[in-house]
C-alpha cells in the first residue's frame, strides 16, 4: 500500500498529479482512491489531495501518516510535513520553497520545478517534473506506465502530450 498527500496551490496541478497517480493504478488494475481537498478560490488557494494505491480494497481515503508528501509550496510542507510516517519520502518544490526539512527520519529530495519545466519550455508542467521525481523514488509504477498514462490524460490534446511526457523524463531522470 502507497498512501501519498500532494499539496500546494490552485493552479499548480496538484490535484492533475494525483489523478495522474490514480489513472495509472486503475489502467495496472490496483485499487485506488484519490481524494481531492481545494479552498473555493481554486486557483491561488490551497489545493491538496490524497491517493493511496493498494493490491486490495482501499477501506478508507483519508490519511493520517502519508508514506510520502509532495509539497509545491510552503504552506503545504508546514501543514503536512509532521505527518509524514517515519521513514516516508517528502518532496519539496525548491522553487518556491527555500526552507529546508528539520526531520532527519525521512528521505527528502529537493525539486528546482519550476526552473526544470521552464527549461523544457512548459512553464505549467512543474507537477509532471515532480511526478518523474515521484516514480522514479518510489518504485510505484514503470516509467513506460506513466508515460502511456500521460498519453491517455492528454489523448484530446494531443499537442500537449510530447511536453508533458517531456517534463515527466525529466523528472524521472533528474
Known amino acids: 500500500m502507497e498512501k501519498l498527500i500532494v499539496a500546494g496551490f490552485g493552479g499548480q496541478g496538484v490535484l492533475s498529479l494525483g489523478q495522474m497517480i490514480a489513472y495509472a493504478a486503475m489502467y495496472e488494475d490496483k485499487a485506488v482512491t484519490w481524494l481531492p481537498s481545494y479552498g473555493p478560490e481554486m486557483r491561488g488557494g490551497t489545493a491538496n489531495c490524497s ?3 493498494d493490491d486490495v480494497s482501499v477501506a478508507s481515503p ?3 501518516n502519508p508514506d ?19 521513514g516516508g519520502l517528502i518532496l519539496v518544490n525548491s522553487s518556491l520553497i ?10 527528502i529530495i529537493y ?8 527549461k523544457i519550455g512548459n512553464d505549467k508542467a512543474s507537477n509532471l517534473v515532480v511526478l518523474g521525481v515521484y ?8 516509467k513506460d506506465v506513466m508515460l502511456s498514462t500521460i498519453a ?3 489523448a484530446a490534446k494531443p499537442k500537449f ?3 508533458n511526457q517531456a517534463a515527466f523524463l525529466a523528472g524521472y531522470e533528474m
Open 62 to 64: 483519508i490519511i493520517a
Open 161 to 163: 502530450i510530447p511536453s
Open 111 to 118: 525539486i528546482d520545478a519550476n526552473e526544470i519545466a521552464h
Open 135 to 142: 516514480i522514479k523514488a518510489s518504485g510505484l509504477f514503470e
Open 98 to 107: 527555500s526552507d529546508k526539512v528539520a526531520r532527519d527520519d525521512v528521505t
Open 68 to 86: 510520502c508528501l509532495i509539497a509545491m509550496n510552503k504552506p503545504s510542507l508546514d501543514k503536512f510535513v509532521d505527518k509524514v510516517k517515519k
Open 51 to 53: 491517493v493511496i494505491v
Open 152 to 154: 491517455k490524460v492528454f
